[in-house]
């Protein structure tokens, strides 16, 4: 076993995500048996849901993530009484509910209203042949998404990279396979309650940041998902799919542990797959986020029955 190979599995990250709690209670158990004092949790309070105060934005930044709030608005309404700001816990979504066509002014505005009033395979076909931005010629295909279009939890993420562009399935790659694990340790499953997106369907050449027009361009086809699925959460990861969503320039450490909403759809935030296997340190962290989303899914279904 190589020494990488050693230390994840040591942190628990092979071959599945292991929950720390129960690491926690086995060993409170053991300690309650030889009446030795086990250790300590870390003891995080699952927070409750905050009003969020965006930081300023950049211009071009601003239109991009405004594009994906107006659109998100636009479908929000129609969809789902609007939330207080400060309700102490997000109202869930009335699932069942017919998908309204959208009036969208965003981006190219007819594109945009368009795409707005695409059903789910209409949207899929025009995703696939999109060339609004200059990534449609370094594309090997596009990366629509995959999952349950009823999902319960939406995750979004940054951009397919080599491995999304070739197999055209999003988190395919090394840093798909924590995700999955991670999943997988609060029980959901790619493809069962889950769908999995990005903000942009087309990877960025080299792996290089999304620039503010792909963004832009892209906006309108996350706005639709997420309005045809309305997902009971979302679970943003990394900071691109944050600041883009949230319409702050906020460093993700500083809006972890809260409930964030865009337009009445609560949001939890977590730290990309991709980051947390380049800093193994942050996995604890991880953890809490993950364990807000399962606290949140789990509140949200009570109320929706
Ligand atoms: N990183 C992302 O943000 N999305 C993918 O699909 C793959 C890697």
Known sequence: MSRRDFVLSELGLTPLWVRPERITRSMAAASAETGQPGPQPVAQAVPQPVAMEPAPLQPTMRSAADAVRSAIADAAPALRPPLAATSPNPAPATRGAPVQQVKLVIGEGARAERIASLDWQA?????????ACGLCQTRTQTVFGVGNPQAELLVVGEAPGAEEDRQGEPFVGAAGKLLDNLLAAIGEKRGERVFIANVLKCRPPGNRNPQ??????????????????????????????????????????????????????????????????????????????????????????????
Do not use: M, S
């Open 123 to 131: 949207l899929q076909r025009e995703v696939a042949g999109c060339t």
């Open 212 to 305: 503010a027009e792909e963004v832009l361009q892209c906006a309108p086809f996350l706005a639709r998902q997420i309005a045809l699925i309305r997902p009971r959460l979302i679970f943003a990861v990394g900071r691109f799919a944050i600041q883009t969503l949230l319409q702050t320039e906020a460093p993700v450490g500083a809006l972890r542990g809260k409930v964030h909403e865009v337009d009445g759809i609560p949001v939890v935030v977590g730290y990309h797959p991709a980051y947390l296997l380049r800093n193994l340190p942050d996995k604890a962290r991880a953890w809490h986020d993950l364990l807000l989303v399962e606290d949140q899914l789990t509140q949200l279904a009570g109320k929706q029955g």
